[in-house]
Structures are given as structure tokens and as C-alpha cells.
């Protein structure tokens, strides 16, 4: 063996179990009670837990946006995630207007191949779906790309797409078994709401919640998954922020349609309070923070499997980048700093506090995200022939959060000061331990571009049991 | 190693892959791309999958009932059973009119101990819900029996439980983390619709059908729900026959309720244009088959985890018993033989006309089961430490259903002639390989009584990620 | 003409206007801005609102219920309800256990007939739901009574009919195009509620409303409208007392079913917090009060045309009846007094408070009654034609609530002291004066028995444009 | 009296009853079984119905649209609508781009004022939604006119409000009591599918139909719902062609929404199958026509009162522009003449073929438009003081449709050889008979511009009582 993992509690989507997993070439090649096989290199997981590292499908690095540029990038950005127990990204390959979409996504891989640490992927996002981008689909497809993210916003940013251009890629996409998913804001209500409450003088952080309410949210959830409906296609729903945005996504499943969804720590952990305070600017992101209620009803939403992902959108700006938004809160990029941190959130506050088990977080942190798009089996679990992306993580070692201690590039932590229970010691990558107790050991550009794969059946696994 | 199942398919509910299997003492202890390790016994499996014994949790052995007895009893039923690649099964214990219920308990095991091939349980069923019903609760449960059965229906056969009965057993079933399921079908409906059919010389077998109208069940599985929700209860409905049946059961998930439904070979396979044949007797159960729509959407709804298992609910009598019922159905004993034919049967009609894939049905016929009703993980799974209740599965060999060829007790088969490919070739229980081949090698009392046990929170697994 | 009604402000279900109303032979022959034809008999109504009747469609007189007998008799009772502004009333003919059901009918009316002051009907209530009253079904609607009432509870007191019962009485309704009305509290669970309750001691007043939660109605309403349904029928709900019975209602008008209902001022006026208080058994009646919240979605229901009607259930027993219950609510006789009231309730709670107009207060008292029970279009309406069944009422007068002021045979008023502006001041029945200003001035024995007849289609009104 | 209508039957929203109808300075004064007083006119009636005048609250008259301009000016087109029982029209004042509201209607007003023959009004519709449109909103309301319409369509002819412009008005409506209606059709995503088939070369009228398939009318109707809700306003939808869109309506009606609904007789007495013939252009209109489901859909949603009104949409173009489109369906302008002859259809196969009764069509024709409107109580019901705005309906008289016999400006008639039974023959504006027997008596510039008004509760009418 190249490795032995020896002595944990190997955590899977569906499985619990004592073991010792053994690796050869980088992939998984052995689980029993206990191997005798001599090892390259052995790992001790005796009291720790080892999961499936988790695969983060929704991160933005190096990113220009609102005058700034995302803090991370895919080498800071992949190495901060590895620190947390992250051994796949997604990010996006978003084209600029006109643009060849085949170029957009070239470009983005040559800046990501020499940087990454860790496995990587793209979505394509279109912003000018015209007759080539629709004509591109099959191609992408075949490059190893089959989900494709559209704005249903940010109309000013020359981002949005309206509903005929998202009914063609969902027409398109659904040939080709690909997935399609958005941002789901009305912009035209919102710009309405933003320049009415602009004109009164109220650009105070909270109005950046107010002048996004949940319906804006709601409605234009409703909107797409009627037109998932209608073409056939698989959907997802990145950043649900809102209850009525998971109603909307349980009501179409219970109708049995593929719709799936994503919330964010960001959602999870913080509410629109935070909009209030003077440390305001540094928690705006879209969709907005929201009230208590939506975040208890988001919880309950993971624990139900309406939405099967927890994804960190990670985007990370300087303090002084986002306190520019002091007085108006427009002035502010969009953004939190959340990729290293996730796996041990919703360890402390989803599985400590009850609201799901183990193997449910790596449901929804690894086995999931894997499944929906397209990375099953090579990531995602822990079996045979499945590359060993591992991590073990320890669930008695307490931790304080701050910006200090962690590894991104950015300058402040939403949740300086959180003290949380267990955390990630050793991130092991296709057999590599590029991360063990505090020291990361790897080289940029060892991470790969995953070729991902949709069948016309999605592989499923079995339904929660859930109370 | 006491034995190693070679190079077959390995197929749990959440992953597929090509592994060595090793087992000792009965437990699963290695699982690998190649087990070198010398082993008592090899069992080869290449070009076949290997899965989780099924879990049958519905039978009837042995079961006195309309004037017959149900044609297996616990020794032919559960070889029967492992021929079919069921490697455990839970039947049930029901309360005669005032019987101390612990008794009812002790005296059906002390039936199946010393008959049973494979391990078993039972659902408890009372049919006489006092004081004394309601204060054994946690008796039953401490015994490992969580979950009951009521009979919302059979109210001239004595086994009717009214509302108010069913509410209390629910409420009490809360507190202890047990799962109350139901025969749902409103027996005051029913028995004025016969009544009325009787008056009118209407006895030929297709009305059968049509005094048990589809709202006939939906009603009741609706008013089950109800009762459930207020009570905090886990549900399960058994047999599920029709749609709206299945669409009670789906609303009510969408709402985060803990509902759970079964569906069974009989109402998957055929529909109620078998009761206009001559044979029509043969295929007289209750509740009656249906129509191909409901079948249609019972399938869709094993699909989409509205219905999370299929049983079978076995309950075989001989042809000359069910012909009785040639010119009045009532004089027909109700149930179809189904216990050793459903895993193939699923297969063939599920996995390969591309319903569903093999993790689903290793879902829906072991995983399931045994999280439901609190096997797992010793039951249900193929992970280190997990009983080694494994059936090695030939996708390509064929078969031709016929009672001759098959090992149940009963005089005819309902699939009569049905060709189907792919089939169960070996079951090894507890590691012992107790079938192979078409010869069956074990004891009768070598089964054991599965003491169950169900969490406050169910473990849980990933949601489906369906197309 | 024989009558005049001058100058006051005519209301009927779709129209507001100032007009002169004349009457010769009973019935309203001319509407006029100004009546210059000499008459008999002027009544001054300026600056009053002249009003058809009410018609209280669901009174209790004389009925022997759970060890007393209702205070008010025909005489009492229809005299009373003159002076409320009532001119018909439906009251029941309840079927004893085993009695053929016409004589049932004739006993009623031979009981009602020599003592009515104004017209009446009856519903007719089957107790036991044999052959004999299935073929009875259609010689009562030859009788003038398409409506039947059914006991979905009651069971120890021998009125309950089983869902069998119910579905085919609503199956021989369909035929005839009579209505089916329900008391729905599911017996069962209630049952067990208020024996578990009363094992513990707990049979103080406020039990009564425990043993009774809104699920019992809520749920029994449900599977009622279910039955209706898949009957063709159509269905009405007595005495709706919960938003939750409410809403089942609303869904299943959305669909398009043919279900109406009711609710009693007591629901509307008073809350549970009553069964708390020294006077709890004062307010004993069944289904039991609810909360401050149900009350606001009944008044909302009225509104938005869910609740079709108000009807007063009176049933009226002495205080010392009443207050046999203040230890164990169940030594309480249910009922409580309100046919005299409700009219100047409704006007003060509902039109003065904003909740409906004045002619939504006549669609709800008269004119909807009329047409779903089949009085249309004799009762219910002010036209040229109708029945001259009418009531001045004086929006200015004001009047404290007594059991002394009012005229009903009970010896407490459960609205005591409670202050209301606007009250009917004459009331004229078929063109008589019988009530004027506090004075009563007719004979009893002049009411007459209403035959009533149901269309195929019922006679229907505008859809409310309701706010 | 100036004028007394003997012998008819009358029949209003809420009655039906043989009646005198007394007329004096344009009002109605006097209701009787026998008026005896003198007149200067007298109509015999005897046979016959008296209906309110309908009132047809969706016409366009000399609208110039897609390169042509609809056939019947003001004075043609009221003069038709006369002939056809119509006593008010509802017409349009639609903003020019960069217009002064304000002016829009002025000018609108100079064209009908000297051409109506009946009395008429104007929706206001607001092209361009900026800050001196909504400052205009309560000034138009003082002029009498509260409500509006929105296009959610029409993208390049330059007509749509998004989504922000319309929750705007919506806010601003809902603090003056005003009614906001739409137009609603996805423009984005018909305009892809008119595209895309055109591309194809695929432009023969059936593609009108099939690139406006019915999800892109319900998902309009569902989002314009969605704004009204949060805005807490009143909200219309015109000319509703789908089942599904009719639901969202009855689904937001089942919530208490206040949320009303038209649809027009083109959708009613026409399916797609007629773009399939020689003739298609000539009954191209948007939305297009659908299939004989949603047509039997919407015959049920106005029975059930999920739709309030029928209007009709009234926009004729002579046959020449009209097979403009013969082999490209664009290029024809759409809408269909339909003022004259709706009373008529709707009589004949609404009420003779047993849909609804004559009261029921009394309130979708006439008093359901005035009270939603805001012109109830002057028109819409026969009541003293309401305008003497009738029909005279002769339900015997048969006709055969036929542009030749019609009086509308248009060379074809969609109907042309339809064979109908029941027609106006006297037609009364304020007490004028301005038609009688096939005769037109009226002078131009007789009608005059109806003040509307919006209480903050509607006049409310009672829920129907439908089978």
C-alpha cells in the first residue's frame, strides 16, 4: 500500500463503520477492520473520524467584480480549502459579452491548471445566450462540462439572462442530460426597490436586505423551475437564502420533478442583524442575509433533503474593500470569505446540535454535490476504486475562529471569535496528504481539472429515513 | 477468512463498485480490490453483483385467515425466502381479542425459532388496543420490536382498530421512537359497497375491485396521516395500491413529515383486468390490484422515494382454496405468494427496463427496510462490521417463473410463464452460504430473532438525487 | 296595497337602494322610489334598512338532548326569533333508533305546527342509515325536504352514522339533487380523549375544549367532503368552529366541489377562555369554542364567501342545566341560546366593524340560506313576488344585551351586558306585522310548514368582489 | 313615467321575477307586478327577459396595432355594441411613449366624447412606468379612472412594463383602491419560440399557437399574482385563454386574494384547430386560441366563479389585413370583432346549454364588471335609482350570424353561419330606446363618459351557490 488510514470511523453518504482504508496509486484499494499490509506511509485516524473530502461546487476565485477582485486566488483559494477538508472546487467560467463561450472556459482553465492544489472544476455560465453558446453545448458537454449557471439578475452587471435565454440552455441542456442552475433575484423589482429606497436616502446596510426581500427571492425561484418544468430539464438553485425559496424548491420535488438546491453557511449562521451593526458592509453578499426564521426553516431543509447541498459561494473581499459600503451599501462587492471554514460549521452547529448525522453532512458536503454533478464515483465517497480524496478530521479538537488562524486571503472572518468543536487534521488529495496538523505540503498545479459526466439517470441512493 | 466472495459487482445503496468481499464470524471484516488473504470458502463472483440480502418486512406465515392457512409456514417460507435472496424477513404477531399482547408476542416466535432458515422479526399487531396494550409499549420496544401494525380495515374479522384506538397507539409510540403502520383501507365504505354489489348478485371476482374503490384506501391513508402528524408519530402504510394513495404520502413528506410507504409485487405486476379471466380468484388480495395508471405511478413513486420499500406481502393459499372464491369473491383468502420472486422480479422490471438503477433497488428492498425499522447497521448494508447477509445476483442468467421451479409452498404461481433475466445464484446468511445454485444447504432453526432498535433521529442517507 | 314599507334603504344580497316596498296578499308586489297607491298599513322606515327575513336554518326547539330539554318550543322559539328579525327557521326531524322515518317527519311537524308563529322547515336527521330510510329518500323530497343532516359523532348517544352510512345517503342525495349536512367531531378520538382526561381527574370545563382539539373537526371535515366527492354530492358542514375545518372547505370549493358552510355566532363571539371562567358551563356547546385566532379566520371565511351562511345552532337550557357541568363538563347539556341575536350581532360585529357589507350580511342570514336549502325564491329576497317576509331595522337604536330584554325561554344570556347598535324594530312575515317596536302581535299556529325544492342547478348568484 | 317596460321577466345578478320595469329622467323608479301609472312609452316586454345592459369592460375601438387600425371607431363600434345589448363600454387610453399620461387620456376622451352612442370609460395603460406616471395615479383617480393596465407582453412594440414597472403601479394602486389588470404572456420566451420557428421556416398560422404555448400565459398570470399579493392589490387578469391560467387564479382566490378574471368568447366558442384551416389568419389573436380542454375549463372556471367576467376583447380588422398573414402569421394584427355579439353566444351556449342560469349571466355580463369596475351602483343592476340602462331579450327569436346582419365594422364575422336562439330586441341608454327590432334611433355624442369609483371594500355580492 501507498497509504494506510488506520483506525477511524469511516463516514460515508450512507455507511458508519470502523475501518482502515488502504490506497494504492491514488485511488482507495482496501477497507477492513483492521490491514496488516505494510504501508508507505500510515496515518493514525484512532478516535477521528475520516469522511470523503469535501467537494465545495460553488467557489469564486479571482474574481473581478464591483471594482474589486475576489481576495483568493485558485492558488490561495485551493489551498485554504484543502486546510478545511475541501479536495474539489467548482468554480465558474463566466463569459464576457460576445465572447467565444469555448474561449471563456480555456481561459479560465490556463489560469486555474498552474495554480490549483486540489481537484477542479468549472461551470459555464453564459451571460449572451445567442445562437453559438446554444450551438457550444454539446462541445462543453463533451469537454467534461455538464452544468451550466445563469443569472436571473444582475441585469446592470450585463450578467442577466432573461427567460427566453434560460428556456433555450434548460431546452439544450436537457438534451445532453446536462443541469442547469441560476441566481434567483428579480432584477427588475429589486432595481425598483434599490433606487425607490436611494431616493429617500436610505442606503444604510439594511436596506441592502430590504431592498432584496424574500419574494424577489421567491418568485423568481418559481419562475425557473417552471421553465425546468416545461423543457425537461434537471435544475438547481444556487444560494437558496429564503423559506419560501425551499417551498418552492419541496413543492416541485413532491411533484417529482429533478429540482435541487443549494444554501450557504453564510445563510445558515447569520441573519440581517448583522445589517445593523457598524461592521454592516462586511456580511453583503446576494441574496442577502435573511431573518431567523428563514435560516431555522433552512436547517429543517437540509435535514428534509429539499435541499441536498451545502455549497460556500466563497468570494472573498478585503475589510476595506467592503467597508466601502459604509454609507451606501451599493459601494460594497458582494461576497464572504467561507471555503475553509464550512466542513467544521455544519460539523459544530448541523451535527452537534442534532439537526442531522454524520453521514448526512457528507450527504450534502461530498456524496451529494459528487452525484448532481457529475463527479460520481471518482469523488464524493469512500469504496473501492474511488479516488482518495479523505479527510480525517478530529471531532475533539476545539477551535477559535479568526482571520489570523485561518488560510484565505483575506483580511477578516464573519465569524471571528466562534469557538466550534472538531475540525479537519490531515486533507488527503488522490492519495497525498497535502495537509496535516497546521502544515500543508503540496505544490501548486498538482491539482486537476475533473472531467465530470452526467448519465441520463443520475445515480441515486436511497431515500432519508428522516424523522 | 471464513469466506471471500470474489470479484463480483458490490452494490449498497449509495455505491457501485468491483470489490473482494471478506468475511469472519459472520461479519463483513474486508472489503478490496483483491483479497490475497487464504479463505475457508470462495465463493466467485466475477460478472455478478453482490448485494445486501433483501429484507422482506412484510410476510405472512402460517397464518390462519379466512377460513384457510396462509401455505407457508416459517421453515418453507424462509427457504423460500433465501432462494429468492431474502436473507431476512419480519411477520407479524396479532393479537387474538383479548390476549395478553406479550403473550401473543412469545407464543409466535416460539413458532419461528426453531423453524426459521434466516434471521426474522415481527410487527406487533394488537387488534384490541386497552389499557394493558397501551402500557406494554415499552416492553415491546425494550424486546426489540418498535414498530406495531393496526388494521385501520377487517372489522368483521375482529381486527379493526378504530381512530381513537390508533391515535393512542401513536401517541404512546412517539415517546419511545417506534413506527406505527397501517392497513388503510375504511372498512364502514367497503362493507356498504359489497353489501350493496351481494344485493345485487354482483360476486364475480371484479368486484372485488370495484367495492374497494382507489378513495376507498386514499381516504384512510390520508386519515392516518392526520392522526400521525398530531401525535408526532413516525407512519408507514403498508401495501400501498393505488395513486392518491401515493400522493397522500407524498404530500405529506413535503411537509417534513416522517411518512414512509411500501408498495408489492402484486400492484406492480398487474392490474385488475386480471380479475375479468377465469383465473380472476388467484389474484384476489387485499387492497385488490388496480388499474396500469396507478401501476404507473407506483412505479414513479418508488422512483422518486415517495415510497421508500417494496415487501412483499406474501400470504400464499392453494389454488382449490382461491378458487372457492370462483362465483363470490368473499369466499376467496385473501394474499398472492411473492416472497422468493420479488428481487428478481424488481430487477427485471425495475433495473433493467432503466426505472431505476441497482443502488435503488438495493435501497428499496434492503437499505431501507432496515434503517425503517431499525436493523441497521447490522442489517440492510455491505460495510465492516455488518452481518454477511449477501446474495450473489446473475445479471444474465434466465429464468421462467413457475410454481414447479419454485420453492414456496403453493400450487401456483401468479407469474406463471413470465420470463425474466437475471437472478439470485447464492445467499449466505451470517456468512454461511445457506443457497447455491439452485441447492439449499441449511437448517431450519438456524435463523435468529433480530432484536431491532430504532434512534431518536433515524439514521439517515443521502437523498436521491433522481432525474 | 295592503302594506306599504316607506322610505327606508332597501338591502338584499347584490343591491343597496332607497326605496318604497308594497305588499297586498302577502307577497311584495311593488318597489318604488315613491308609492302613492293608498294602503291598508304604512310602516315608516326612514333612515332605516329594510331587510329580508332572516332565515336561521339550523335551530334546536324543544329537543331532549343529554338529560334536559332545550328551553325554547315552536311557540317560544319562532316568537323569539320574530323578534330578532328571523321569519323562517329549519329546525330537525331526528330519527329515534329503529323509527320509520316519515312518521319521524310527522311527529315534528304535527309537534310544530299548531305552535309556530312564522314559517318553518325542517332537516331531516337518519340515525340509522337502513334500506328503509335509503327508499324513504325520495318521498321526503317529495315532501318539500331536500336536506338531510347526518351525526359524523355522537356515537354513545346513538346518533353517529359511519362513513358507509354517510356515503350512501349521499349517494341516494345525488339522485334527487338534495344537500347532505354534517356535525363533524371525529367520536373516536374524542372518546378516548375525554377518557383519558376524565382518568385523570381532568373534567373541569376547559377539558371540554381539550378533548375536542381543532384536529377532530378538522379531520372529519375532511373525509366528509371526501365522501360528497366521490358521491357527486352536494355537501354542507354544520357549525364550523376552527380555521383548520374552515380551510379543508376553502381547498375544496377551489376545485370546484359543491360544499358549503356554516358557522354560529357562537364561534364568532366568544373563545375558549370562557371554559376558564366561574360561568364556563354557561358556554358548554359542541364542537366546544376555540381560540382568538380560529375566530379571526371564521370572520375572514365569511368574508371571502368560504362560510356561505350563519346560522345560530340554538339550543337553549336553563342556567342550573347548565351548570350541573361545573365539576365534570360532561353533566352539561350542549347548547347555548341565539336565534334572537344573531342578526343585531352580525350588523354590529360585522358590518359596523368593517368586516362585510350590508349586503353581504344578507346574503349570509337570508338570501344563501334560502337558495342552498331551496326556499328561492320565495324567502330570502326582497322582489317583486317573494313572500313579504321582512324586518326594519334601526341602525341607530341601541341595546344592552339581557336575558330579561330578550324573548327567549332561558333564564341567562351568555352575551349579558354586551352593548350593540342597530336592532330590528319590525318584523312582518308574509305581510303581517308581527313584531313592532318591542311589541309582538300574532297568533301561534301561523307559521307554516315550507316546502322546499332544489334544482338541478342551483339558483346562483354573482361571485362576491370581494376585497 | 317617461317610460315603462311591461310584462318581462325580470332578472338581475341575484333575481329573477315577473315585473313592471317604471322609468323616469333616465333612472328607474318603480319595480311593480303591474305599473298603472301612465307613460309616455311603452315597451312590451310580455315573453321576454329585461336585462341590465352589458357592460363590456374590454374593447379597443380605432386602435391603430401592427400596421393597421382596428375597424370600428366610437361611433361604429358603440353603435354595434347597442345592437348588441351592450349599454357601456370599457376602452383603453394607451400612453405613447415619453406621453404625459394625463394627456393620453385627454386625447382619448376627444375621440369617443363626440362619437359614443352608449355611455363608456378607459383603463389607463401606462407604457413607460417612470416617476410622473406614478405621481399621475391619484389625479386619474379623481377623474373616475381606477384602474389599469399593464402589458407583460409586447415587448417590441414597445408596450411592456417588467416586472419592477408593474409592482410599482401595483404599490401605488393599492393606496387609492384601484384595480391593476394585465395582459399576460411571457414575451421573452415567446419571442425565443417565434424565433426558433420562424428560423425553421415554420410560420403558418398554427405557430402563432404553438409558439405561445399555455405555460407561457400561466406563468405570467402566476408572477403578475405573486406582485398584486406583496402589494396588497387588487389585481385583474384580462382575457384569460388557459386552464392552467385559470387556476393560478382560482388558486389565489382559495387564499383570499383579491384576485378577479375575464376571459372572452373567442376562447370560448374557438379551439386551434381553427389555424389549421384556409381561414386561420382570421382568428389570429393573442393569446392565440387553445384546445377543446382549456375551452371546457373555462366554461367551468365562469360557473364556479373563478372568472368574474366575460368581456370582448373587441379589436376587428378587416379580411384583407387579416390573411396578410396567410403564410407567415406575423404578419397579420391581432384580434377578433366579438361587441355585438356576446350577449347573444353567451345566452345560447351558456344558459340554453345548461353552463349557468340567467342570473349568473346577468353577473358576468353586467354587474360583476360595474362592481369591480366601480360604476355600481348606477349600472350593472336593475334597482331604483340605477340607471334604466336594458335589454330587452327575446329568448325565442333565433338568428343566424352573418357579417351582413351585424352592425360592426368589419367584413367577416368568425361566426358567419352560426345558428343562435335568444337576441336583443330593445336596447335603453338612461331610459332612451336607442334600438329596438333591428332599428338604430340614436344620435352621436349621446354617450357620455362614466365617472368611476372604487370603495376601499368592493360592494360585495353573495358567493354563489353553484352546483
Redesign the interface.
Known amino acids: 500500500m501507498d497509504l494506510v488510514i488506520k483506525g477511524g470511523k469511516?463516514i460515508?453518504?450512507?455507511?458508519?463503520?470502523?475501518?482502515d482504508i488502504?490506497v494504492r496509486d491514488g485511488k482507495i484499494?482496501?477497507?477492513?477492520?483492521?490491514i496488516e499490509e505494510p504501508a508507505k506511509r500510515v496515518v493514525d485516524a484512532t478516535g477521528k473520524y475520516v469522511f470523503p473530502g469535501m467537494i465545495d461546487s460553488h467557489v469564486h476565485f479571482e474574481l473581478p467584480f464591483q471594482g474589486a477582485v475576489s481576495g483568493d486566488d485558485f492558488a490561495t483559494g485551493t489551498r485554504a480549502a484543502a486546510c478545511g477538508g475541501v479536495t474539489t472546487v467548482i468554480d465558474f467560467a463566466i463569459q464576457a459579452k460576445g465572447e467565444d463561450i469555448l474561449e471563456t472556459v480555456k481561459k479560465r482553465m490556463a489560469s486555474a491548471d498552474p495554480k490549483t492544489y486540489i481537484d477542479y472544476s468549472l461551470h459555464v455560465a453564459p451571460t449572451d445566450v445567442n445562437k453559438d453558446v446554444l450551438a457550444a453545448i454539446p462541445e462543453l458537454i463533451k469537454m467534461g462540462l455538464p452544468s451550466f449557471k445563469l443569472f436571473m439578475t444582475y441585469r446592470k452587471e450585463g450578467l442577466i439572462s432573461?427567460?427566453?435565454?434560460l428556456?433555450?440552455v434548460l431546452r439544450e441542456a436537457r438534451k445532453y442530460?446536462a443541469i442547469v442552475g441560476v441566481h434567483a433575484e428579480?432584477a427588475?423589482?429589486?432595481?425598483?426597490?434599490i433606487e425607490?429606497f436611494a431616493g429617500e436616502g436610505k442606503t444604510q446596510c439594511i436596506y441592502h436586505a430590504l431592498s432584496r426581500?424574500n419574494?424577489v427571492e421567491?418568485?423568481c425561484i418559481?419562475?425557473g423551475i417552471?421553465?425546468a418544468e416545461?423543457a425537461g430539464s434537471?435544475f438547481y438553485v444556487f444560494h437558496v437564502s429564503t423559506k419560501e425559496g425551499a417551498w418552492e424548491i419541496?413543492?416541485a420535488?413532491?411533484k417529482?420533478l429533478?429540482v435541487?438546491g443549494e444554501t450557504c453557511p453564510s445563510y445558515l449562521f447569520f441573519t440581517e442583524e448583522k445589517y445593523k451593526g457598524e461592521n454592516g458592509p462586511l456580511y453583503v453578499l446576494t441574496p442577502p442575509l435573511r431573518t431567523a426564521l428563514d435560516q431555522e426553516v433552512l436547517w429543517?431543509s437540509i435535514?428534509?433533503?429539499t435541499l441536498?447541498v451545502v455549497s460556500t459561494d466563497h468570494c472573498p473581499f478585503q475589510k476595506a474593500e467592503k467597508m466601502r459600503g459604509k454609507d451606501d451599501f451599493r459601494n460594497t462587492p458582494n461576497g464572504l470569505p467561507c471555503v475553509e471554514t464550512t466542513l467544521m460549521l455544519l460539523h459544530n452547529d448541523g451535527v452537534l446540535k442534532?439537526r442531522?448525522?454524520l453521514?448526512?453532512l457528507?450527504?450534502?458536503l461530498s456524496?451529494?454535490p459528487s452525484?448532481?454533478f457529475g463527479m460520481y464515483?471518482r469523488k464524493g465517497?469512500i469504496?473501492?476504486?474511488?479516488d482518495a480524496d479523505l479527510v480525517v478530521f478530529d471531532p475533539e479538537k476545539e477551535f477559535t475562529m479568526s482571520a489570523a488562524a485561518l488560510h484565505m486571503n483575506v483580511d477578516y472572518s464573519p465569524f471571528e471569535g466562534k469557538r466550534i468543536k472538531g475540525m479537519p487534521v490531515v486533507t488527503i488529495s488522490r492519495g497525498d496528504v497535502i495537509y496535516e496538523n497546521g502544515e500543508f505540503k503540496a505544490e501548486p498545479g498538482r491539482g486537476k481539472f475533473v472531467k465530470r459526466y452526467l448519465p441520463?439517470?443520475?445515480?441515486?441512493?436511497?431515500?432519508?429515513?428522516?424523522?
Open positions: 469511516v460515508t453518504a450512507s455507511d458508519t463503520y470502523k475501518a488502504g484499494v482496501m477497507i477492513a477492520d483492521k432573461e427567460d427566453g435565454d428556456f433555450m442530460n428579480n427588475y423589482v429589486l432595481e425598483r426597490l425607490q426581500p419574494f421567491a418568485e418559481s419562475r417552471k421553465w416545461e434537471r419541496a413543492a420535488r413532491a417529482g429533478p435541487f429543517r435535514q428534509m433533503g441536498q442534532g442531522f448525522d453521514q448526512h457528507v450527504a450534502v456524496y451529494n452525484v448532481i464515483p465517497t469504496a473501492i476504486g474511488s441520463e439517470a443520475l445515480t441515486t441512493s436511497p431515500e432519508p429515513a428522516v424523522v
